[in-house]
């Protein structure tokens, strides 16, 4: 199967180096609408649908290729192989930054920075280390949600939007979420919320942006500067946001971030590619 049918990629712009941007849970490409334009006069851009969600090709959705992000991962590495033109730029919402993790970690040299944005390693508190929730939390919260999967959805898409003084948005992710097949989200939620990947993220070596909500009830401001302490070449930006999407609620302040970000590494980015 193509990976551009599976995936629903699309390719624009064009440039010395290629941002791949991957949407999180329960969303789609389209969440990248107010961020990706502002880069695509400048760079080659792609942007693509998980597979299980937005218009990916369902019948691709294979049970045991995606019961761990490896197979998100892979499915990175095959995009960016069939996509990318030059040295790329992996932008990461929420779960698909960990993904952009492991795919850099499966192919040294594939990715030559990260944008990691609301990124959480592992959502459990473990001894020191605070991911926000506890086991028995995450637990009650996959248990609703494979017991009434609209119904949580409508609960809890707003709470994770954020954004109170726009509503609509959290309005358009519950329907993003209602969208979404009810099966492989349950999945793809215990895959998200029961992974941890703080040994992957110690590993990688590519100069990181970790942009940070100050208010963020999924990845709280601990989980941004543990990613900050653990990543050698990090940079972390806490902007003035409530919420887990602030690519939609605070569009501008993600765009100046990744700016000066791309402009603080693009020697080393384009002369390793």
């Known amino acids: 199967m193509s990976v551009l049918i599976r995936n629903n990629v699309r390719v624009r712009g064009s440039g010395p180096a290629t941002l791949v941007f991957a949407h999180g849970f329960g969303c789609d490409q389209n969440m990248w609408r107010l961020v990706e334009p502002a880069f695509s006069d400048a760079y080659q851009t792609v942007l693509f649908d998980i597979v299980g969600c937005g218009k990916s090709d369902?019948?691709?959705?294979?049970?045991?290729r995606y019961s761990s992000l490896k197979g998100y991962a892979q499915d990175i590495i095959e995009i960016i192989e069939e996509c990318a033109d030059g040295p790329v730029?992996?932008?990461?919402?929420?779960?698909s930054a960990m993904a952009g993790v492991l795919a850099a970690n499966m192919r040294p040299g594939l990715i030559g920075a990260h944008v990691m944005v609301g990124p959480s390693p592992s959502y459990i508190n473990d001894g020191d280390y605070f991911g926000g929730f506890s086991r028995e939390d995450i637990e009650?919260?996959?248990?609703?949600?494979?017991?009434n999967y609209l119904g949580w959805s409508s609960a809890m898409a707003?709470?994770?939007?954020?954004?109170?003084?726009?509503?609509?948005?959290g309005a358009e992710l519950t329907n993003s979420f209602c969208q979404t097949d009810p099966e492989i989200?349950?999945?793809f939620a215990r895959v998200?919320?029961?992974?941890?990947?703080?040994?992957?993220?110690?590993k990688l070596d590519a100069p990181a942006l970790i942009i940070q909500s100050n208010e963020d009830i999924i990845a709280p401001v601990e989980v941004g500067e543990y990613l900050h302490r653990v990543i050698?070449?990090?940079?972390?930006?806490v902007i003035d946001n409530v919420g887990h999407c602030p690519h939609l609620s605070a569009p501008d302040l993600c765009i100046d971030a990744?700016?000066?970000f791309l402009a603080s590494v693009q020697d080393r980015i384009v002369n390793a590619g």
């Open 89 to 95: 730029i992996f932008v990461g919402h929420s779960v």
């Open 232 to 237: 050698p070449h990090s940079r972390l930006e």
């Open 58 to 64: 369902l019948a691709a959705y294979d049970v045991a």
């Open 140 to 147: 009650s919260l996959l248990e609703t949600l494979e017991s």
């Open 185 to 187: 989200a349950r999945r």
């Open 258 to 260: 990744i700016r000066s």
């Open 158 to 169: 707003p709470a994770i939007m954020g954004a109170p003084e726009q509503p609509e948005l």
């Open 192 to 202: 998200t919320f029961l992974s941890d990947n703080r040994s992957d993220v110690a």
